[in-house]
């Protein structure tokens, strides 16, 4: 609690700030294109639907009816 302050505290300047933001949104990136893949994969649809969708430009079932 007493190191915050309104001039940025103790680390007001850390050493290779823009390399560690930049390892962290390529992490973080990275994490959540696995997420969508994965739950692309698992997206199973029991009725189709009534009107477009955006998951339906990669959901695989949807692509398959079409064909």
């Given amino acids: 609690m007493y190191g915050m ?3 940025g505290g103790w680390w ?3 050493k290779k700030w ?3 933001t ?3 949104i390529t ?3 990275l994490i959540v294109l696995w997420i969508w893949k994965v ?3 698992k997206e199973w649809r029991y009725r189709q639907p009534s009107r477009w969708i955006p998951s339906s430009m990669w959901c695989k079932q949807l692509k398959e009816t079409k064909s």
Avoid: D, H, L, V
């Fill in 5 to 7: 302050s309104p001039s």
């Fill in 12 to 14: 007001c300047y850390p």
């Fill in 27 to 29: 992490g973080m990136s």
């Fill in 39 to 41: 739950s692309a994969e």
């Fill in 18 to 20: 823009k390399s560690n």
């Fill in 22 to 24: 930049a390892i962290c």
